[in-house]
């Protein structure tokens, strides 16, 4: 520290006297430095886990604290193609520890105009949608918009479902019986703290269809880049997912990260495709990555469990495994989902992609996927590599089967599922990901 401070003092005498000079500043010597870094505090202290659970220990090995959780595991589902956690609204960022701890109790994400990945669960109150014309009081809730563009419609046409406008389907229906009406449309948004906002508009020509609910906006050509803008804005839907159900009357939405409830948090009911055996869209966390492992996912379910209910965590405390209500079985639960069984998932993908060679009447390689006995079978030595055994339950890296349809080049014989008229073939992602998931999560017959 002395040193430095030597230094620029004579470098300033330097600068003075007669321009800078390096060389007595002592710069481009050694300065010894020690940087002050502030030190993580020691977070609470938990008593360990002192049971026999190879999972548990395993996990408390690995993910001591809540930012080994983050850094080692929620990272790592964000990596390593960038995108999915960055890019998609509906999974948000959560590359760093900051992140992370916002994720306690933020209620989960939509991605406007992606109906197909909406929860139910995650859908928030739509906005209003009222006519500055008539007496549309309060307004409507918006079910759902869509910026339909294509060919400029005429006066004579019939407008439809299809025809090109920008659409908005309402709640209930706008009161009235012209089903044309030229107006500016306005969306309003009730906030916390300035009540009512109208924070969008668009006056055009208003067809009114069918139920009154579903309404055409004409979009002129010189409107459509305003159009584009409207569909952008951000415009709440109450019903995103376009089935009918507005989320938000149901339940309470659900929060990215829950304290207490990992199996109501977002997050989780991602990776494991499912919330309380409910299917939740969108595709399954992490995406063409390897899967976590059941002591990853351990580790994530102890860490929210643990999560005091105002949220307020320190993110270097350790994780209580022994208290943990996971760490009594965590093999049987089935924590990475439920979606990937061997009945429901991977012996239909076997039986459909390897059954044709590999069946009950001349199996190729004397391995029959088909029969009554093809699981247990799977858990016996490979015949091309018998050091391996086709399926070890856990360990997919150490599972032959795994390397046969996985493109390991380290293999006897050709890759699976061989194609006898092209030479090659290969499973999709989500069948390899199904099937790797499955052998992670220990690859187990039945639930
Ligand atoms: C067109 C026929 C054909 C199809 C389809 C096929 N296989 Fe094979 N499989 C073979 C043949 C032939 C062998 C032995 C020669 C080789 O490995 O190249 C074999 C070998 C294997 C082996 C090595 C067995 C051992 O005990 O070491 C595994 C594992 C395997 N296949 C799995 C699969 C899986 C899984 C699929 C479907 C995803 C599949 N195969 C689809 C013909 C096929």
């Known amino acids: ?10 470098g300033v005498v330097g600068l003075w006297a007669c321009g800078p000079d390096f060389t007595e500043a002592g710069l481009g010597t050694e300065i010894p430095f020690t940087p002050n870094r502030p030190t993580l505090p020691e977070g609470e202290a938990v008593e360990p886990y002192t049971g ?15 930012l080994d959780v983050h850094r080692k595991i929620v990272w790592r589902t964000c990596t390593p193609n960038d995108g999915v956690c960055h890019n998609q ?41 009222r006519l500055n014309r008539d007496d549309f009081g309060a307004g409507i809730e918006v079910a759902w918009i869509q910026n339909i563009s294509g060919e ?29 009406i030229w107006a500016q449309a306005q969306f309003i948004r009730t906030t916390d703290n300035d009540g009512d906002i109208v924070f969008a ?36 839907e109450g019903d995103a997912n376009r089935n009918g159900i507005f989320g938000a009357d149901e339940n309470p939405i659900v929060p990215m990260i829950n304290p207490g409830n990992p199996e109501e948090s977002y997050l989780i009911a991602r990776v494991r495709g499912e919330m309380l055996g409910e299917r939740v869209p969108g595709s399954r966390m992490p995406l063409a990555n390897q899967p976590l492992d059941i002591s990853e996912m351990l580790a994530l379910f102890c860490y929210i ?29 089935n924590l990475l ?24 009447v001349n199996p190729d390689a004397d391995l029959d996927l088909l029969s009554e006995s093809a699981y247990e079978r799977l858990l016996e030595p ?47 992602q989500a069948e390899l990901g199904d099937i790797q998931t499955w052998i992670a999560n220990g690859a187990q017959k039945d639930q």
């Not at 002395?2 to 003092?9: H, R, S, Y």
């Not at 105009?113 to 859908?123: I, L, N, T």
């Not at 139920?211 to 804005?233: F, I, P, S, T």
């Open 1 to 10: 520290m002395k040193k430095i401070k030597i230094g620029i003092l004579f």
């Open 52 to 66: 026999g659970d190879p999972y548990v220990v395993g996990a408390q090995e690995r993910f001591r604290t809540g």
């Open 89 to 129: 609204k509906e999974y948000p960022d959560l590359h760093t520890p900051a992140n992370f701890v916002a994720a306690i109790n933020a209620p989960c994400n939509v991605q406007p105009g992606e109906p197909a990945s909406v929860y139910d669960r995650c859908e928030r109150p739509g906005d209003r949608f």
């Open 152 to 180: 400029e419609t005429t006066d004579e046409e019939e407008i439809t479902r299809e025809s090109q406008g920008f659409h908005v389907e309402l709640r209930a229906p706008i009161p009235g019986d012209n089903d044309e």
């Open 201 to 236: 508009q668009f006056e055009t020509r208003w067809r009114v269809l069918e139920d009154r609910k579903h309404l055409v906006g004409e979009v002129r050509n010189y409107q459509n880049e305003r159009a584009a803008e409207l569909a952008r804005v951000g415009i709440r």
């Open 305 to 333: 469990e643990g999560i005091p209910t105002d949220g307020n965590v320190d993110l270097a405390s350790a994780v209580d495994y022994k208290n943990c209500s996971y760490s009594e079985d965590p093999g049987s639960l």
């Open 337 to 360: 989902g439920e979606g990937v069984t061997w009945s429901s998932r991977v012996s239909k993908i076997l039986e459909a992609n390897c059954g044709g060679c590999h069946n009950s």
């Open 382 to 428: 490979s015949t091309q590599k018998p050091e391996l055994n086709l399926v070890v339950p856990g360990d997919y890296e150490n599972s032959y089967l795994w390397h046969k349809i996985a493109g390991d080049p380290d293999i006897v014989g050709l890759p699976m599922p061989y194609n006898p008229l092209t030479g090659e073939g290969s499973l999709t």
